[in-house]
Structures are given as C-alpha cells and as structure tokens.
C-alpha cells in the first residue's frame, strides 16, 4: 500500500490535481466533504447540477430514524445507532433546524400487533435508548388526532426531524469555508487511471485531476462505476411521491407516525416539518431510471387514502405542493460502503437509501477511515472551524432586535415573499454565502422564499431581479434550476 502525503491541489495546464475528488454534492458527499475538511488535503466536490442537494437530499422525509428497523449486526445498524446523536451534533454546530420530536410506528389490528414486538425487539439489540410500546389508547393521549383503528404503537423517544436540503447546503457552505472546493455542473462521462492519478473528465469537456476518488452518486452510483471500470452493483431506483401541507395543518400531529413496515419500505408517513408544515408519504415504486420524478394522480391518491388512514382529521385542501423523490437501493438491502477491488484509490458509496440521511455522518466518518485505510494520510489543520454562522439568524430575531439590526441593514426591512416573510438581505445573503444560490430554486432552498401558500407566484419576479443584479447577468439568462430552465425568453417590445 502507498502512502499518500497531504498537499494543496495545483494546476497542470488547464487540469486541477487534487488529493480527493468526490462525486456527488448530496448529503453524503456533502458530509464527507465536511469531514476532510478537518485535514491538510486539497478536496473538491463535483456535481452534476446547477446547485447541491438536486436530487435525492432535496426530496425525502427529513427524518432522523431512531435506528429499530435496520436488521441487527448489518452496517446499516451500526451506521444509524452511531448515526442519529452526531446528527444531532452537526445539525446544531451548522446551525440547522432540527427536533428530537420522536416518532410512532402503528398496528392497526392483531395481524399486525407482532410487527411492533418484532421491531421493538430489534431495536433492543440495536441498543436503541428510549422505545416503548403503548396501547392505541395510550397512544392517543399524546397523538390525539391519532386513528381510533390503530391498537398498538411502537413510541421511538431519540427520533427527530431535520430539513434534509438544509443540511446539505449548510455541511457542503462549511466545508467550502475550511477550502473544499465545488465544481457544479460537472457531469461525469470519463474517468481514468494514469500512474495513480484519476484524470475524471465532464460533459463540457473540464478535467481534473485526483489521488482518491470517491462515488457518492446517489442513485446514478452504479453508473459511476461503470465508467470507473469498476461494474459489480446495480442501483433499484424507487420513486416516492409526497404532499406537502400548508402551515395550518403543522400541528395536527407532533410526532412522526409510520405504519407497519413492508418489504418495499417505511411506508406512508404523517409527520410536522421543522418549517411548521405537514409531510405526507412516500409511495414506494420502482422505476427505470432516476430521472422518473414525475408525480402521478394514482400515487398521490394512495398517499392520500394511506395518510387518512393513520390521521383521519388531515384537511388534504390544505396541500400546497407536491413532489417526487427517486431513492437508490439494491437487491441486497444493504449500504455499499467500501474501496473498490479492481481500482486502486477508488471508494463507493452507493445504494444509500432510507435511513441514509440519519447516517450521513456516521457515513462521512467510515468512508474517511477507508480513504486512510487505503492510504490517504490525515494530518489534522490547525485552524478548522466547524461552525457554521446561523444562516437563519434574522428570522429568529424577536422585532425589537429585527428593528435595530434593519436600521443597520436596509434590506433585510423589505419583505419579497410575504407567505413565508422573506426578505430581501435575506435573499442577497443566500446568493452570496457558501454555496451560493444561482437560481430561483436555490434561493427557495436557502430562505423558503416561495414554499408558501402561492408557491412563488408573488416574489418570484423580484428574486428574478436580484439575482439578474447580484450575479451580473441579463434576465433571460436566470433559470429556475438551472440549464435551459429559463424563466424568460425576452423583453416585451423588443
């Protein structure tokens, strides 16, 4: 095994070197990213979209799983036991919104009254703290909105909620602020090994150069590794389909509540978001690639009628979006954490799906022992710094203070998304902080300027604007996310 010293990334010709290249800008990659942060190593992080959090780790639960339902002694369990407190942990050191609100897995009759015994049985040696079984009765004392048809309840205490974008956006602008790097709209189409070098080139025609490389593609993973040459797994993509409720439904339910799993998944969800919403779904349908991300009128009927089933009172003329997003398993079930047999220096990790988000950390961590493993040296910096400025200070001021800093800061006094009371130094500050926002869904990520109930249709020609003004270019040159999604074509008159 060679070993490999710590440097800087340099330029050969137009070729960046760097010690480690990760593919993939999603909470995974994001993480890991985050992690080698720490180290005196040249990182950069390559994604094939406009923004990060695009795929997967923008459209999930944003659950924090309290580690009963992987299969005891697999890595999944180890990985979500460890995985759920350094959540917790980063969440807070990155200043991201999160709640330890707990969850409740429901029977709904004495078929499936054994599930709950089995899956508390579980996460007994999973060494899961806090699980209780309680009666439908008992149940609803704490749930009272809770169906009257459900008997048993598995209570898991340590579950929470995150905003699954928000964390990514937040670990990959902190580690962009310790010196990785973030190449975006670097799609991947070659990747070859040349005297332990990776030459990894894009659709564009842009390359660099990396000692390591590491496959956090998500659902695209096994295509990764075909192009690596390294072709020994196939991703499942299984798409979900969601509804998002308006603020008015937040509180009908304070835990998240799941029902019996099945074979396909966790199962239809009724859960608050840490925005104050509702969350309903996902439906679990596999499809033939991951770009299927449509929603369908049968799915989100039957995420409507399986929703209704666990919380009846859910006023469903309350939805003001929905959505679909595309997970990456396989037929084993298991996390593909591992370096790669036949490719020196490469290291995959792919089929990360449910509770992949709760085990991002735990994630980034165990990918880095391999990458030391396999020869990478870590030498820690002196000078890391792991906290993350609260990027959603101001609207956690109280008026007085919101009153005094506006005196200082103009901008932050106007409002361009009423539903959601953003404002305009707020959207300023997203399209200039780490990573910065380039487009209309970014900014939506990065301040909910347009997650209300007119889902953008007021502020948006103003978040055009300011965009066009902070990044200097034209209006017909700002998109929705990127690529040809223009907003406009051209100006009246002209």
Not at 193 to 220: H, M, P, Q, T
Not at 381 to 409: S, V
Not at 444 to 467: A, D, H, N, W
């Amino acid at each position: 095994m060679r070993l490999y010293s710590a440097r800087f990334y340099f330029e050969r010709g137009n070729t960046m070197i760097y010690d480690v290249a990760i593919i993939g800008a999603g909470v995974i990659g994001g993480m890991l990213a985050r992690e080698l942060s720490k180290y005196k190593l040249s990182v950069t992080l390559l994604e094939k979209e406009n923004d990060v959090a695009m795929e997967a780790s923008h459209a999930n639960s944003g659950i924090v799983h309290g580690g009963y339902d992987p299969v005891p002694g697999t890595l999944k369990a180890k990985l979500n036991s460890e995985g759920v407190e350094l959540l917790f942990e980063a969440a807070k050191e990155l200043n991201v919104p999160c709640k330890r609100n707990g969850s409740m897995v429901c029977a709904f009759s004495a078929e499936e009254e054994p599930i709950i015994d089995e899956l508390y049985q579980q996460g007994q040696e999973n060494q899961i703290p806090g699980l209780k079984i309680l009666s439908g009765d008992e149940a609803r004392i704490i749930e009272p909105n809770l169906s009257a048809a459900v008997t048993k309840v598995l209570h898991v205490t340590n579950a929470g909620i995150v905003c699954p974008y928000d964390l990514t956006i937040a670990s990959i602008g902190n580690a962009m602020d310790n010196g990785v790097q973030l190449l975006r709209n670097f799609k991947v189409v070659s990747i070859s090994r040349e005297k332990s070098l990776f030459c990894v080139k894009s659709e564009s025609g842009d390359a660099i150069e990396c000692r390591f490389l590491v496959n956090c593609a998500g659902a695209y993973s096994d295509e990764i590794a075909r192009i690596a040459g390294d072709d020994f797994f196939e991703i499942i993509p299984r798409a979900g389909e969601y509804m998002l409720l308006d603020k008015l439904e937040g509180n009908r339910v304070s835990h998240t509540l799941f029902q019996c799993p099945s074979v396909e998944g966790k199962g239809i969800l009724v859960s608050p978001t840490v925005d104050g919403n509702l969350l309903v779904g996902p439906t679990a349908k596999v499809v033939s690639t991951p770009k299927c991300n449509d929603t369908t009128a049968e799915g989100l009927a039957e995420v409507e009628r399986l929703a209704s089933k666990s919380v009846p009172s859910v006023n469903f003329r309350q939805v003001i979006t929905s959505f679909t997003g595309v997970r990456a398993s396989t037929k084993g079930g298991e996390f593909i954490l591992k370096a790669s047999d036949n490719v020196p220096g490469l290291v995959h990790a792919g089929a990360i799906d449910s509770p992949g988000l709760t085990c991002c950390v735990s994630i980034a961590r165990y990918l880095t022992n391999i990458l030391s493993q396999i020869g990478l040296i870590l030498e820690q910096k002196d000078e890391w710094n792991g906290i993350r400025e609260n990027f959603h200070a101001f609207r956690e001021m109280n008026d007085e203070e919101k009153n005094a800093y506006i005196q200082e800061h103009p901008a932050f006094g106007k409002i361009v998304c009423r539903c959601e009371t953003v404002s305009e130094g707020e959207i300023v500050q997203a399209i200039r902080t780490n990573p910065t926002a380039l487009d209309i869904d970014s900014v939506k990520r990065r301040t909910r300027s347009g997650m209300g109930r007119c889902q953008g249709g007021f502020c948006g020609p103003y978040v055009m604007e300011l965009i066009s003004r902070e990044l200097g270019i034209p209006m017909e040159e700002v998109t929705k996310f990127g690529g040809q999604s223009r907003m406009v074509i051209g100006r009246i008159g002209e």
